[in-house]
């Protein structure tokens, strides 16, 4: 048997009343469903886990489906016969915002949502599909329709573990920790046969919250028939029993980290994530028609590129390294892709009892997870503790150029040194398909539209870096490489072997005493895991795991300069020509798991403005006036930055005179220079 897709499309409409992208012309939105069906005994998807377990068709084969975006070319001769995938994050639409500097929108319509109309006018269909099958409907998420898995049409059962770190005191939480994300049932709602704990920190001794001092339900508040309460313009507060909830009635409080491990039932097919999407863009990039006869609605395509950023970063790596990139008949599916900000991790996806919404695991949240598991690198290398040999990239036939991207953040919190060393901190060399690109100084959500600098529970600024503008140089790049063989910059990452990549000791004794900062305790570490007999086949039966070594790996930081700005990487202009320092790490304010990292932020530790403060303030960091002089001084050093860069092939010549825009009036508002 043969795998199957077809295509309901629900609308075709203009997009950004007809605008014309150039010589590209206008373009036009898609939106629908594909319905896939297929073999559960294919080698194709040999991989999945639970498939054998998951409910068939007359046909015999599993059926599931995915909600789609296509945004194409009105007339698709006069587009460049390239799709452009973005693996939705959480559901989300996040392509045009990286690559467009637009506004986000899960449903962009106008010609403002467009931004600056790069992707249209490079001539990219651009594709969304989801592929995230626990994500619930709303807010315009892209969402599938997945199997549950039974033993016979028996409810399969298994351990669940799940953190919930409040902000604000909160009574309820969903299982899952997040409300748009399904949660796993609980088998039953007899607290007795669950733990919840709460700790301090991620070390800390968890101390034991009594079964009887909380309960699985929902806490809800609406109108009742008092009309006292209803005068007040409040609500009666219910509760109801629910397997999907977990309820404490004195609050689970900020500063503290929860953990519950219940039993579960009735885990979806996750894997079959991986299948949509291979299977999805390998049609629209060599089919003709679907099984219901309809016509591809983007023929001719010559090329595919796939993008993933943050958790869907991560998922991409996995799709490569569980060999999804080889299609059903073994065609290559993406040409080229680019993971943004994965660090070294993968996926909690293709498992039984999966979570895929988990960030993963940082210092402070979303501890011993799966996700970040040996091979950490495209590269092949042999992990010192277990023996085994192994890499992301290992099927030449198939595997696509790859452009790896981090900022700062993911050395500090998603281990990303691992991506470019071996399991002991030695320097790794890429494949020549691969290049690696460390976005020196910037955090790991890069705001491409002016921001207003904010703390929230941090006790810095966050992070205001602009660097957006190096995801349309780098794709520009990567079509040359894959259409023409024109090799792209080399890989520009913190190194061993010239100082550039340190430990944190080493990290510590470079980093500028700045009054009244506190520096982070440390990057995330990375501990060797037990989960069990069965986890290679995707079944979790520790949890949580056994802890065999708790500084398992060697995690390595950027080296940085006197002002405490990394010195390897891509420095954008912004970092070339600082108003402070700016780091990728961000620590936690008191009463939140004070003077720990805090999940992706970085920190903007502002410079002083004048001479007269920095000797007042005894800060060791020359001021701003020192720096620049004027106003002017700064926008010519900005720029002079920005012309370094394309000189390099890091940035575009459109994108010179925006940096030097963004620089006029001292960079405000990102930054708060009081000149």
């Not at 077809?6 to 010589?23: K, M, Q, V, W």
């Not at 040409?335 to 943004?340: L, R, T, W």
Request: proline share 7%; hydrophobic share 35%; net charge negative.
């Amino acid at each position: 048997m043969t795998n199957d897709i077809e295509l309901e499309i629900s609308e075709t409409t203009g997009f950004a009343d007809g605008y014309a992208f150039g010589d590209v012309g206008p373009y036009q939105r898609r939106r629908g469903i594909a319905r896939f069906s297929v073999d559960p005994a294919a080698p194709a998807q040999a991989g999945v886990v639970d498939i054998a377990h998951a409910p068939l068709n007359d046909a015999g084969k599993v059926e599931f489906s995915a909600e789609f975006y296509i945004f194409q070319p009105a007339d698709l001769a006069r587009g460049n016969r390239r799709i452009f995938f973005d693996w939705g994050n959480r559901g989300n639409l996040r392509a045009l915002q990286y690559f467009n500097d637009s506004p986000h929108s899960n449903d962009p319509v106008s010609l403002a949502q467009a931004g600056n109309g790069f992707l249209f006018r490079r001539g990219y269909s651009v594709v969304w599909a989801a592929w995230q099958g626990d994500l619930l409907p709303g807010d315009g998420r892209l969402t599938m329709a997945l199997p549950v898995a039974t033993d016979n049409g028996a409810p399969i059962t298994g351990p669940v573990r799940q953190e919930f770190i409040p902000i604000n005191p909160t009574v309820c939480f969903p299982l899952s920790g997040r409300i748009d994300n399904r949660s796993h049932p609980a088998a039953t709602r007899d607290t007795s046969q669950a733990r919840l704990t709460k700790r301090r920190y991620p070390q800390s001794e968890p101390i034991a919250i009594p079964s009887d001092a909380w309960s699985f339900a929902q806490a809800t508040r609406g109108l009742d028939t008092d009309s006292q309460v209803a005068a007040r313009g409040g609500g009666a507060l219910a509760f109801l029993p629910s397997d999907a909830f977990i309820y404490m009635p004195e609050g689970f409080q900020p500063g503290w980290i929860y953990e519950l491990v219940y039993t579960g039932r009735d885990p979806l097919v996750m894997g079959l994530g991986h299948v949509a999407v291979r299977d999805l863009v390998s049609y629209l990039k060599y089919g003709d028609h679907d099984r219901a006869g309809t016509p591809n609605p983007l023929p001719g395509i010559e090329k595919a590129y796939g993008f993933g950023r943050s958790q869907t970063g991560r998922c991409l790596r996995d799709f490569l390294y569980r060999g999804y990139n080889a299609d059903a008949r073994g065609r290559r599916v993406f040409d080229g892709v680019i993971p943004h900000v994965a660090g070294a991790g993968k996926m909690w996806l293709n498992h039984r009892f999966a979570n895929a919404v988990s960030m993963a695991g940082q210092q402070y949240e979303d501890h011993e997870n799966i996700a970040d598991a040996f091979p950490f690198s495209y590269a092949e290398s042999t992990d010192h503790l277990s023996g085994e040999t192994d890499a992301i990239l290992k099927r030449p036939e198939t595997d696509p150029l790859v452009m790896h991207t981090q900022s700062a953040t993911e050395y500090w919190q998603r281990r990303a040194s691992l991506s470019h060393t071996d399991t002991r901190g030695n320097d790794l060399e890429q494949p020549d398909g691969v290049r690696i690109y460390f976005w020196a100084s910037s955090q790991h959500t890069s705001s491409p539209r002016d921001v207003t600098p904010s703390k929230g529970v941090c006790e810095n600024y966050n992070n205001v870096v602009a660097a957006s503008p190096l995801f349309r140089a780098l794709l520009d790049a990567l079509d040359a490489w894959a259409t023409a063989g024109t090799a792209p910059p080399a890989s520009c990452v913190p190194r061993r072997d010239d100082g550039t990549a340190v430990t944190y000791a080493e990290w510590r004794a470079q980093f500028p005493a700045i009054p009244g900062v506190r520096a982070t305790a440390g990057p995330a570490e990375l501990s060797r895991l037990d989960f069990g007999p069965d986890a290679a086949r995707g079944i979790l039966e520790k949890q949580p795991p056994d802890v065999l070594d708790e500084h398992a790996y060697s995690i390595l930081v950027p080296a940085v300069d006197a002002d405490g700005n990394d010195i390897a990487g891509i420095r954008v202009p912004m970092v070339q020509a600082p108003l402070g320092t700016y780091t990728g790490w961000n620590t936690r304010g008191q009463g939140y798991g004070t003077g720990a990292n805090y999940e992706f932020s970085g920190s903007y530790i502002p410079f002083m403005d004048t001479p007269e403060e920095r000797v007042f303030t005894d800060d060791p960091r020359p001021s701003v006036l020192e720096r620049y002089g004027s106003a002017q001084g700064y926008v010519d050093a900005i720029t002079a930055a920005a012309r370094r860069l394309v000189a390099e092939g890091f940035l575009l010549e459109e994108d010179v005179e925006r940096a030097a825009a963004e620089a006029r009036d001292w960079g405000r508002p990102r930054h708060g220079v009081r000149l």
